[in-house]
């Protein structure tokens, strides 16, 4: 299954990864430091900007990824879907100080096309980070990165993304609705 | 429908908005400047912080509520649900300039009890804000807001919120799943 979503993914235009993380998915982050690789599960983070891609991330400097992302200047931001819930749990409520993440959740590191950081396979989406500004890291551990790469499953076209509402508790993705009769072309 | 919306509203702990706000929902923006109201649609923010709690937001110089908000240092985000669709999408594609949008989309204003900003009865909750940050205002458009004040409608539980995908499409809240079993304590 892995694999088969893997071979379905294509590029997909970096200022439109809005479609994926403005509905607010939890995110796995994934990084690599001095060889090391290291997954978070993230719920904080935002879309900043189409153009350059811009998006902010809380990660919190209690996190073992935080150094890593920091030093690394770089990670990639992958969507799982609700097949990856449990593991996306484990992966929140375990530290990457005492283990191989990958290993230990049975996820495939696979090769950016431009960052270090790897991606993971068995996600949905894979988009490749550069740290753009860390200008408000040290007050409030927000990372500002520049999508550079971004890689998507053809299908399904509406993942069912979780989306935490803490609590442990999951909002699972609904229906779709297409509203786009209503807006103003400009606004599309 | 709108009055008993309301009336079911209890305040609700500001520690804990991110239940409403990290699973990525659009949101109404109000807001109030010498006398004039005006409501923005917006889908890019984040959870920044618990205590305080804070709030990020990206309110482009291109909209009206950029200059209202940044001048009152205060706004209200407002939850609406999957009943408010028309009015979100026609919230977004028009002018506070040029009209008031608490007449035009039949909404109604309600004083809020921290801030002079109005609240929208309509919406299943509220929650007053503060400007807590303007540094990265001029640079990002971002605003980080601390929420002072939140009310929440008792029911439904699960608000069906709507998350947008960009081009007029929106994915609406689906189900929950509660998986707090598979945390560990100290992470719920």
Redesign the interface.
């Known amino acids: 299954m892995a694999a088969l979503a893997r071979s379905r993914k294509a590029d997909f235009p970096v200022s439109?990864v809005?479609?994926?993380l403005?509905?607010?998915?939890i995110v796995l982050v994934s990084s690599r430091l001095r060889g090391k690789t290291n997954i978070m599960t993230m719920?904080?983070?935002?879309?900043?900007?189409f153009t350059p891609a811009?998006v902010?991330c809380?990660i919190s400097s209690g996190n073992h990824s935080h150094e890593m992302v920091r030093a690394s200047r770089e990670c990639v931001i992958n969507l799982p879907t609700i097949g990856l819930?449990?593991q996306a749990?484990?992966i929140?409520?375990t530290s990457g100080a005492e283990m191989d993440k990958f290993e230990r959740f049975g996820l495939t590191a696979e090769a950016g096309e431009s960052v270090d950081a790897p991606l993971i396979r068995e996600c949905h989406a894979n988009f490749e980070c550069r740290l753009h500004d860390d200008a408000?890291v040290d007050k409030?551990d927000?990372f500002?990165f520049e999508v550079v790469k971004a890689h998507v499953s053809k299908r399904p076209k509406?993942p069912?993304t979780l989306?935490?509402?803490?609590?442990?508790?999951?909002?699972?993705?609904?229906?779709?609705?297409?509203?786009?009769?209503?807006?103003?072309p400009g606004?599309?």
């Open positions: 439109r809005r479609q994926y403005e509905p607010g998915p719920g904080w983070h935002m879309v900043l900007e811009l902010g809380l819930t449990e749990i484990g929140g409520n408000m409030y927000l500002i509406h069912e989306h935490y509402t803490g609590d442990g508790v999951f909002m699972v993705a609904g229906k779709v609705i297409d509203r786009s009769k209503l807006f103003r606004m599309l």
